[in-house]
C-alpha cells in the first residue's frame, strides 16, 4: 500500500489509461439520439424546436426518434408494464445520446417533461439505463430570455449521470421565432440550436462505446469486491 495514499486498494485503483480510450475500432452505426420534449399543447414550441434540432442531426448523420409523452401517465400513477412507459425506457436503452427539451413554466421545467425523467430508473437489473450517454439541452421561453430550466435539467442529467455538453440553447417569446409551417426562423438563436447539435454529434461520437470505461468508478469496484470476499468466505450457505 503506499505511503502517501494509505485509505486506498491499490489492486483496485487504476491509472487512466489513454490507449483504453484510442485502442478500440470506431463504431459504425450512426449514433443514436432520442429527443424529449415537455409539453402537450396542441401547438407546442418545445416540440417545434425538438423538430428542428431532429432535422440537424439527422443531417450530421444521426439515427434519430422523438419520444411523443401524450398518454405518458404520471410516476406511480400506472404500472411500469404501460405501454408508454415501455415505450421510453426502451427509447432510452436504444439510444446513445439524448436532447431535452422544455418550456419554462412557473420559472421551472413542465411537470410533462419531469415526468418523463421520473418514470426512466437510475438501475434497471444489471443495466443503468442513461449512465455515460451524452445529453444536450434546449428550453423555450414564452416571455424574455432565461436559462431556469436548462440549468436544472443540467443538475437532473448529471443525476442521470449522463455526460452533458457544455453548450445549451434557450428560446425567448418562442412564438415569434417559428413561421406558420411550424419551422424556425434564421436568427442567433437558431444558430445555437445548430452549435448545440453539432457540439452533441462530436461528443456522441468521442465517447459512444467507452461507456463502460468511463463509468468504471474505484467506489464501485471496492463494494463489488468487498460482496464478492463476504459471498467466498461465508461459513454457512
Not at 420534449?37 to 416540440?47: A, H, I
Not at 415501455?86 to 436504444?94: A, H, P, S, T
Not at 411550424?182 to 444558430?191: I, N
Not at 468508478?217 to 463489488?224: A, G, H, L, P, T
Request: proline share 6%; hydrophobic share 35%; with cysteine.
Amino acid at each position: 500500500m503506499s505511503d502517501d495514499l494509505p485509505n486506498i486498494t491499490e489492486s483496485l485503483l487504476q491509472q487512466p489509461d489513454i490507449n483504453r480510450l484510442t485502442g478500440t475500432a470506431a463504431t459504425q452505426h450512426p449514433p443514436r439520439i432520442l429527443l424529449l420534449y415537455g409539453s402537450n399543447r396542441e401547438k407546442s414550441y418545445s416540440r417545434l424546436l425538438t423538430l428542428e434540432a431532429e432535422r440537424l442531426l439527422r443531417h450530421f448523420g444521426a439515427d434519430t426518434r422523438v419520444f411523443h409523452p401524450s398518454g405518458l401517465p404520471l410516476p406511480d400513477d400506472a404500472p411500469a408494464t404501460h405501454p408508454k412507459v415501455i415505450e421510453l425506457r426502451e427509447l432510452v436503452e436504444w439510444s446513445e445520446g439524448q436532447v431535452w427539451c422544455s418550456p419554462e413554466r412557473h420559472g421551472a421545467m413542465t411537470g410533462a417533461f419531469k415526468s418523463q425523467i421520473d418514470w426512466i430508473p437510475l438501475n434497471s437489473g444489471a443495466v443503468r439505463p442513461s449512465q455515460g450517454k451524452t445529453l444536450a439541452l434546449l428550453q423555450v421561453c414564452g416571455g424574455s430570455q432565461s436559462f431556469n430550466t436548462v440549468n436544472q435539467m443540467r443538475i437532473l442529467g448529471r443525476w442521470m449521470r449522463m455526460i452533458t455538453i457544455p453548450n445549451q440553447s434557450s428560446v425567448p417569446k418562442a412564438f415569434l421565432e417559428f413561421d406558420e409551417a411550424g419551422r424556425m426562423k434564421p436568427s442567433a438563436y437558431y444558430d445555437r440550436v445548430v452549435d448545440v447539435m453539432e457540439e452533441l454529434m462530436k461528443f456522441t461520437l468521442l465517447t459512444r462505446g467507452q461507456s463502460d470505461y468511463l463509468t468504471d468508478r474505484y467506489s464501485e469496484r471496492k463494494e463489488s469486491a468487498e460482496e464478492l470476499s463476504r459471498r467466498v468466505n461465508q461459513k454457512e450457505i
